[in-house]
């Protein structure tokens, strides 16, 4: 009797990921990384700015992993965008005019890395509200991104923004 081989074992196989999901979910996580980093440099403020840099930098994450999961999710596109755009907003005006509310108010210093974090979520929402208008458009457009240049892009705009992240922000 002879023995029976062993059943095959799947093979893992390797994620197609599109121009577009490389750049949404590069521009949200190296933006996430930057409010985590944030979050742990305002610990020695009130915990309300430490909490709202913690909260944003993980919604950030999140939105890294849920695209790349559901890339073509039109409502999570537009609610990462639209909050994307918030965010900026509030950096735009506690930078220029200052904030009226919060543990820092008034007008606050522009730093390296809040800069970088704000000019990704601004294009973040660019691509994702081209995305979710016209998917096709917009991968056409960044299909650039799935190749060898794209991801040796994707991979140094991150490790430079870690380097950042790292260096510090601004000081108080």
Not at 8 to 17: C, D, I, K, Y
Not at 123 to 146: D, K, M, N, Q, Y
Not at 161 to 167: C, K, S
């Amino acid at each position: 009797m002879a023995a029976e081989a062993p059943a095959p074992q799947p093979q893992p196989r390797a994620t197609s990921l599109s121009g577009t999901v490389l750049a949404l979910s590069g521009l949200a996580l190296t933006a996430g990384t930057i409010h985590l980093v944030a979050a742990v440099q305002h610990t020695d403020v009130n915990i309300s700015l430490p909490a709202f840099f913690a909260a944003v930098g993980i919604g950030q994450l999140f939105v890294c992993w849920w695209i790349y999961r559901r890339p073509a999710d039109r409502p999570m596109l537009v609610a990462a965008a639209i909050g994307s755009l918030v965010v900026a907003l509030l950096w735009v005006i506690s930078r220029t005019v200052g904030l009226s509310f919060g543990p820092e108010t008034g007008r606050r210093s522009i730093g390296i890395s809040d800069t970088i974090a704000t000019i990704q979520e601004v294009v973040f929402a660019a691509v994702a509200i081209g995305v979710a208008r016209s998917p096709s458009r917009a991968e056409l457009r960044l299909a650039w991104l799935a190749g060898p240049l794209g991801v040796r892009f994707t991979f140094m705009l991150l490790s430079s923004t870690l380097f950042v992240a790292a260096l510090g922000g601004h000081k108080h």
